[in-house]
């Protein structure tokens, strides 16, 4: 069985910083995984924010985030990270963390897609005040 744990959400003031980070237990090595990042405010659909490659070699953030995230990873800890700076009160929403068996290519196009990932966390929500 396959556990996807976020954590490090909280209440933030605009401008601040916090980091992600998430966590993957199973049989299935972690490097063996694409991971992903999604965020989703209520009446919302879930939305792409970021997304790493198995070895960390390749990245691809959404247009609203892109030059304020960073995804990040480390394959000895099992984690995945997103750091994110500048923060704004349209960034509020739960994060949620996704592992894909597959891999993410850089130039490919479904790696924004909610189905694309096999493996869901239960979400960490962060709050970003005016």
């Known amino acids: 069985q396959v556990q996807v744990e976020e954590s490090g959400g909280g209440l933030v003031q605009a401008g601040d910083s916090v980091m992600l980070s998430c966590v993957v237990s199973?049989?299935?090595?972690?490097?063996?995984?694409?991971m992903g990042w999604f965020r989703q405010v209520p009446g919302k659909e879930r939305e792409f924010v970021a997304v790493?490659?198995?070895?960390?070699?390749?990245?691809n953030y959404a247009d609203s985030v892109k030059g304020r995230f960073t995804i990040s990873r480390d394959n000895a800890k099992n984690t995945v990270y997103l750091q994110l700076n500048n923060l704004k009160p349209e960034d509020t929403a739960v994060y949620y963390c996704?592992?894909?068996?597959?891999?993410?290519?850089?130039?490919?196009?479904?790696?924004?897609?909610?189905?694309?990932?096999?493996?869901w966390g239960q979400g960490t929500q962060v709050t970003v005040s005016s």
């Open positions: 996704a592992a894909d068996r597959g891999e993410y290519y850089s130039g490919s196009d479904y790696y924004t897609n909610l189905e694309e990932y096999d493996y």
């Open positions: 790493i490659s198995r070895s960390g070699g390749s990245t």
């Open positions: 199973g049989r299935r090595t972690f490097d063996k995984y694409a």
